[in-house]
């Protein structure tokens, strides 16, 4: 390998592979969903749909990409996982911009990939970006021969506490909200995320049951122990007031994700009145998204997704100028290998937790040889070159490469 200073370096593949496997398990893998911004209307809001693949009586049948950079120097980088919506962007819009390219110049190359992105500076165009960037990271990173985090600055924390994402646990049945808040608690985790089922239209009957959800989780573990609820921005300025009074007396840590991304006077309004502390960001998109955000001051938490913000290069400066602000930044947890190698290289008063999104994470992570997950509740960085990514070929049933015909 030669990693000769000024020595050149080329691009030659862009491939996207697709891997299908069953995940075992027993009974339904999502028990119950959380309230959604489409719950406004009566036709949406018993629909118990779930994203990531389909329930078999065996198991959970998963099928998803993988994002392989591969270079003239027998080096390559791995990201993912991405939908195929994704996968087909970065194969016919980014693909391109990349061939030939030197894939150390990560900054050049998000530039260029960015003022391509016309119409992708959100949304699924900035998915594909964010994967290409986090496998130029693990690229360089192997070319190299350190982890990716040692690229970034080093450790300022060898090991990041954990708080449990409870999404797509069942949340109306008091007794196993009850059980599984002791659990997890008993695993480790310094602290716990649960999601609202009801919304606005549900009524004051609804409402109750998310009251009565916060009641029960503060019960199970005590007073000295953070509990955080996530709204999905499916509620509304006068129903969260409501909420948030009725909720208080159970201290949150924060309120998540209050009304839908880009209402920020809304965010701005509730900040104003509400004493719980405010987060949000999961679905905001590089700096420039998040500007509104800082500006405005409508929130105490930020929580860019590596995945989906713009890649780590875009994390990076988005965390970079929260600190002018003294705000926290906590990422959304859809990778938990990218974000470690992120979250390791911050103050733990800015970072103080990661995102451990139990099932999704489980997801995502299967194809994975070596998962990263929490230990006693906190999360070890992974120490080998790159990201520490590799396929797992006993948990593919079938995979091919997309777009090759």
């Avoid at 992708?120 to 360089?140: E, F, P």
């Avoid at 970034?152 to 060898?158: M, R």
């Avoid at 239209?201 to 916060?214: H, V, Y």
């Amino acid at each position: 390998m030669n990693n000769v200073r000024g020595s050149s370096m080329k691009i030659i593949d862009v491939r996207l592979l697709q891997v299908k496997g069953v995940m075992p398990g027993e009974g339904d893998f999502w028990e119950e969903r959380l309230a959604r911004p489409t719950d406004v209307y009566a036709q949406f809001r018993t629909v118990n749909n779930h994203d990531g693949g389909v329930q078999l009586e065996d198991g959970f049948a998963i099928t998803t990409v993988f994002l392989e950079i591969v270079s003239d120097e027998g080096v390559d980088g791995l990201a993912g996982p991405v939908p195929h919506a994704v996968a087909s962007i970065i194969h016919g819009q980014l693909r391109p911009l990349l061939l030939g390219q030197d894939p150390r110049d990560t900054e050049r190359l998000w530039d260029q990939m960015y003022r391509a992105q016309i119409h992708g500076r959100q949304g699924d165009g900035m998915l594909a970006i964010s994967a290409v960037d986090c496998a130029l990271w693990d690229l360089r990173a192997k070319w190299m021969q350190q982890p990716v985090f040692r690229l970034l600055g080093g450790s300022l924390q060898e090991e990041i506490p954990a708080y449990a994402s409870m999404l797509g646990f069942a949340v109306q049945d008091m007794a196993r909200v009850h059980e599984r808040a002791l659990e997890y608690k008993a695993l480790g985790y310094r602290g716990q995320k649960w999601f609202f089922r009801h919304g606005p239209m549900s009524g004051r009957e609804g409402l109750k049951k998310n009251i009565e959800l916060a009641k029960t989780l503060r019960e199970a573990v005590g007073d000295d122990y953070d509990l955080m609820f996530d709204c999905w921005q499916s509620m509304d300025v006068t129903y969260l007031l409501e909420l948030a009074k009725g909720i208080e007396p159970y201290r949150p840590r924060w309120l998540e994700e209050c009304v839908m991304a880009d209402r920020i006077g809304s965010m701005q309004r509730l900040k104003d009145k509400l004493s719980i502390p405010m987060a949000g960001g999961e679905h905001e998109y590089t700096r420039w998204g998040f500007k509104r955000f800082f500006e405005s001051g409508a929130l105490d938490v930020i929580q860019p997704d590596i995945y989906w913000c713009g890649g780590l290069s875009e994390t990076l400066k988005i965390a970079a100028i929260a600190t002018l602000y003294d705000l926290q930044v906590i990422p959304h947890g859809h990778s938990s290998i990218a974000t470690a190698h992120f979250s390791t290289t911050q103050s733990p008063i800015h970072t103080p937790y990661q995102e451990y999104l139990v099932k999704w994470n489980d997801i995502h992570q299967y194809f994975l040889r070596d998962p990263l997950v929490p230990q006693n509740g906190l999360i070890p960085v992974p120490q080998g070159p790159g990201m520490g990514m590799a396929l797992n070929p006993a948990h593919i049933q079938q995979q091919t490469y997309l777009f090759t015909s």
